[in-house]
């Protein structure tokens, strides 16, 4: 299971270790470039295991001081060491033995942000996935599963706080200066979720009692200063927990929990055993500062990395092709959660929109991959949204498949029999077997196949025999590794909506499973009757999106237009909308590029209209029907051959012609009032904001300057506004006087804040057209930019390349060859944030020709810089294969 540069790791060849861990014993001299680590851990061979396999402990940029075993030291008679390995042999057999080893590492020059390191002054670790080993040499592998007892020692004014995993032991002075602090974590856990904190922070305090009625310490930890902007995320926390207890009956297990915010992450955030670490942007919050997305990702992320504790912590991986068996698991339970704290359809919706942007993006291309892997180079590349997202929509179909209520059964049971364990898929999903005693071995193959389904719908109205047909046939496209693919098990919610709204009660069903309205596909076609419908019914397929597939179906926008009305869930409703939206504005690209003009359709125009100013509907839901798909989603939705100018023209000619349209009701949405009294940053507070905002944009492709959006941005008193009026005014009126001085005045007031000035980074590196990458490399010069933070690289280049499809994809092949040499730049420090950045490259071969050349030579010049990372390297190759 060992990957060197370059090594494939293989799922096949899991095998267990021949050591078993018992107890670890952790002391860190901490010091900002020379810290000691001395490592006692107890451990015996495994039962079966040969009397002669050495131990083999993984290591990575590490000084190896010193060797013992049993106290006893040795040397390199008795172990050999290299840059990745230290390999001890003439071990004992049958009993337990304690290794001591004792290395140095420089947390100062730890630029890759794995193990320890430094952010702003602060010690911090992150382990997951193999940064342990960037600590001290050990089986840094899920499966090893120890009981870790910490003792951290450091200069005492510069690192007051010192914290670890677990229970608190005690702390005191040696009187020379330095400190020291004890954490003792009694549960069992792997070397990934080991976390050590140190610094001078400030703190936020609360407690939560359990439903066995323990008190449970909350600390949020943060720098001095912005305590008062850890309120929400502390409030997000206590309502996470509670959750947990009544959702899925799971209570915390420790008398302290803890989240550090730090300045410097590669991730989101990363759930340690009781010491959550965050990267501060999912932390800070308050209403001059944060947008009601901020608000809703802290209170996802907030709680993700809680819910953690029972998936992935108690119960963690075997190894890391499990890691859908974690993550996949936990974003459906965050999912589930901010749908239960929100609008339900309207977190529905919104998941659906970024599902499709972007794990169908990478299902369709050279990265693609199962939700379960067989095989990687670097695991650090697998943390995709295949793996979160679509994992998640896999459990989300288990749930579909049992019902709620035998879901809940088949989870209670995974806690009950695999509590302490380091499991795989199959055990998992032979829980809501054994509970529902329901077969789910066809069904397991959405672990297995890659690539997004394609379900082809013919439905058929017999008045004379009241039959309403339906003919389905899936597809699954070819994917790296996988050219053939069995069909799969596809449960798709449906009604068939009658003229006056009602869904249909047919009387039976033939052709295949039909059960609580959700309609099972398991054969490559399959033929559906529904009898005694009485009238001609419009068919309403994928409710909710109950399997993440694409449709494809012929259906009449008199159809769609019905649906869009009258289905009874209102996330079909927005389905209704955005299908028939996405099928004129293509059809209208093609218009485009034929040198015709283009308008959209009464049809959509008349069913923007009626959903936007249908005061019975929640204004978030009406700014979503109001979002028009995005030009990233046109391009996908077109497939190949792609000129980005295209899209962007033909979508801004259909906004125009439908905002001309409906200008009063716009205006009317733009003139409401969002604020009543205090901001507050509630669901429905924000869908006001959303509404409001999506006026604004809609009204900016009619108005012919920009006083309209100016007037928004002297009047925002929220960031939500501010930020949406800089965006249009900085987008619709690039280079007005108006945009220009805004985007200096928002610079000015936000100077101090690099989280704010992470959003103008953001709205100007994704200005369309072929200016701004001058304004990026501008800006990189600048005195905000810092290229080794992961926050500013992602909001700077990560903005430009990933969601700037005009400015990026210049028909000249700019963009990509300033992308190619700042992720070489970048990849030098950072390989993790370099090979993310690169993703936003993953498509290049469904661009129109000139630009797929200018995108190849790019990747090639990557190729052939030399030094790469493990990350980047496997990235392109994949990409150029
Ligand atoms: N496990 C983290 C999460 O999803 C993500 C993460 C992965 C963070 C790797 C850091 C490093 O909650
Ligand atoms: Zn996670």
Redesign the pocket.
């Given at each position: 299971m060992e990957a060197t540069a370059g090594q494939v790791v293989h799922l096949a060849d899991y095998r267990p270790t021949d050591f078993v861990l018992e107890r670890v014993d952790l002391t860190f001299e901490l010091d900002p470039k020379q810290t000691l680590v001395i490592q006692r851990s107890l451990m015996h061979r495994r039962e079966g295991a040969s009397e002669q396999a050495p131990l083999v402990l993984d290591g990575d940029e590490l000084t190896l001081k010193a060797v013992a075993i049993d106290g006893n030291p040795i040397d390199e008679s008795q172990y050999s060491v290299n840059d990745k390995q230290l390999v001890i042999g003439n071990l004992p057999t049958g009993v337990t033995f304690e290794v001591t080893v004792e290395t140095i590492i420089d947390p100062e020059a730890n630029t890759k942000l794995?193990g320890l390191y430094r952010t702003n002054g602060t010690y911090c670790t992150?382990?997951?996935?193999e940064?342990f080993r960037r600590i001290t040499y050990f089986m840094d592998r899920p499966d090893v599963l120890g009981v870790y007892t910490i003792t951290i020692i450091a200069d005492g004014s510069a690192n007051p706080v010192m914290l670890s995993n677990g229970n608190f032991l005690g702390a005191g002075d040696y009187g020379d200066g330095r400190r020291f602090s004890a954490w003792y974590d009694p549960h069992p856990k792997p070397s990934y979720l080991f976390a050590l904190v140190a610094g001078d922070l400030g703190v936020v305090e609360d407690t939560f009692t359990t439903m066995s009625e323990r008190e449970v310490a909350l600390k949020i930890y943060v720098e001095h200063g912005k305590e008062a902007r850890a309120a929400y995320a502390m409030d997000a926390l206590k309502r996470s927990m509670k959750w947990d207890e009544e959702a899925f009956g799971r209570e915390y297990d420790l008398d302290i929990f803890m989240i550090v915010a730090v300045s410097d992450?590669?991730?989101?955030?990363?759930?340690n055993k009781g010491l959550n670490v965050f990267n501060d942007k999912y932390v800070l919050a308050d209403p001059e500062t944060a947008t009601d997305q901020d608000y809703a990702n802290i209170e996802a992320?907030v709680a993700?990395?809680y819910f953690?504790n029972w998936t992935?912590n108690r119960i963690t991986c075997r190894d890391w092709f499990q890691l859908c068996l974690?993550?996949g698991l936990?974003?459906f339970r965050d999912h589930e959660f901010s749908a239960d704290q929100r609008s339900r359809p309207v977190k529905r919706i919104a998941e659906v929109r970024h599902l499709k942007a972007e794990q169908f993006a990478e299902d369709s291309g050279p990265l693609a991959h199962p939700v379960r892997p067989q095989l990687y180079r670097e695991i650090?590349n697998f943390?995709t949204t295949t793996v979160?997202e679509k994992g998640s929509e896999v459990t989300r179909m288990i749930a579909t498949l049992l019902g709620r209520p035998m879901f809940r059964k088949g989870m209670d049971l995974y806690f009950e029999r695999h509590d302490g364990q380091a499991v795989t898929i199959e055990d998992f999903v032979k829980c809501f077997e054994d509970v529902s005693g329901r077969d789910l071995t066809q069904f397991s193959l959405w672990y297995h196949q890659s690539g997004t389904p394609l379900v082809s719908v013919s439905a058929n109205y017999d008045a004379a025999s009241q039959e309403f047909k339906l003919s389905l046939e899936q597809m699954i496209p070819p994917t790296p590794g996988q050219q053939t693919k069995e069909p799969m098990h596809i449960p798709l919610a449906m009604g068939l909506i009658l003229e006056d709204g009602s869904d249909a009660k047919a009387a039976t069903v033939t052709g295949g499973e039909f059960t609580d309205g959700v309609l099972h596909l398991t054969e490559r076609t399959q033929t559906f009757v529904f009898e005694g419908v009485a009238n001609r019914p419009a068919l309403s397929l994928n409710r909710s999106f109950s399997a993440p597939v694409n449709l494809h179906f012929d259906q009449s926008a008199e159809d769609i237009v019905h649906i869009a009305r009258h289905d009874s869930d209102l996330f079909s409703r927005w389905q209704a909308i955005n299908y028939l939206a996405i099928q004129e504005l293509t059809a209208a690209v093609k218009t485009t590029e034929a040198g015709g003009d283009v308008a959209a359709s009464p049809a959509l125009t008349s069913i923007l209209m009626a959903t936007a100013s249908d005061e019975a509907l929640e204004p978030a839901f009406r700014a979503q029907v109001l979002a028009l798909p995005t030009e990233a989603d046109i391009a996908r939705e077109i497939g190949s051959n792609i000129d980005n100018d295209a899209i962007h023209t033909t979508r801004n000619a259909i906004m125009y012609s439908i905002a001309s349209a409906i200008a009063g009701p716009l205006e009317y949405l733009h003139a409401m009032t969002t604020n009543n009294g205090a901001f507050s940053p509630d669901a429905a507070s924000a869908g006001r904001r959303s509404l409001r905002n999506s006026a604004l944009t809609w009204l900016s492709h009619i108005d012919d300057g920009p006083a309209r959006a100016a007037a928004a941005y002297a009047a925002a008193d929220n960031m939500t506004e501010l930020a949406h009026a800089l965006t249009v005014l900085a987008h619709r009126f690039p280079g007005s006087n108006e945009a220009e001085a805004a985007i200096a005045e928002f610079e000015q007031r936000f100077a101090a804040n690099p989280l704010v000035i992470d959003k103008w980074f953001m709205i100007q590196a994704t200005v369309p057209g072929d200016t701004t990458l001058r304004r990026v490399q501008d800006l990189m010069r600048g005195s905000h930019f810092a290229p080794n933070n992961p926050n500013r690289l992602r909001s700077l280049i990560g903005s430009f390349a990933m969601s700037n499809p005009t400015g990026f994809n210049r028909a000249d092949g700019e963009g990509y060859r300033f992308l190619a040499e700042r992720i070489v730049e970048i990849d030098g420090r950072n390989p993790?944030v370099a090979a993310r950045i690169l993703t936003s490259m993953r498509s290049w071969r469904s661009l129109e020709p000139g630009r797929a050349a200018h995108a190849k030579s790019a990747l090639l010049a990557i190729d052939l810089s030399g030094r790469l990372s493990t990350d980047v390297r496997d990235l392109i190759d994949r990409m150029l294969k």
């Open positions: 794995m992150q382990c997951e996935a940064g992450f590669n991730m989101g955030a990363m759930e992320i993700h990395e953690h992935g974690k993550e936990t974003v650090n943390y979160y993790q």
